[in-house]
């Protein structure tokens, strides 16, 4: 079982920046990719970006003003977020794909964090 606790998130003026921490504990081998998704209210939860062992790939809509990086040592993954937009505004979750010690693939949520941008 994976955990992931998520921080960072709150109430920022258009222009702000915030930034999103998730770290990951349990009982696995190692992180596979690890990023970062959103839902606004009455939308579905879509990519804001994701990172393994390379570059992160990012939604077009967020390319340049968010950046997502890892510090394995501590299994945490941070989303660094500049030039907020009212539309940033939504529920971001952390999710991780992760190899147990068996080998298995699993997949994990975290419980998602607030980010309210006022125009």
């Known amino acids: 079982q994976v955990q992931l606790v998520e921080s960072g998130g709150g109430l920022v003026q258009a222009g702000g920046s915030l930034r999103l921490s998730c770290a990951a504990s349990?009982?696995?081998?190692?992180?596979?990719?690890i990023g970062w998704y959103r839902q606004a209210p009455g939308k579905q939860r879509e990519l804001v970006g994701v990172?393994?062992?390379?570059?992160?790939n990012y939604a077009d809509s967020v390319k340049g003003r968010f950046t997502i990086s890892r510090d394995n040592a501590k299994n945490t993954v941070y989303l660094q977020m500049n030039s907020l937009k009212p539309e940033d505004t939504a529920v971001y979750y952390c999710?991780?794909?992760?190899?147990?010690?068996?080998?298995?693939?699993?997949?994990?949520w975290g419980q998602g964090t607030q980010v309210t941008v006022s125009s």
């Open positions: 349990g009982n696995f081998f190692r992180i596979i990719n």
């Open positions: 990172i393994a062992s390379g570059d992160a």
């Open positions: 999710n991780t794909e992760v190899l147990d010690r068996g080998l298995r693939r699993g997949d994990y």
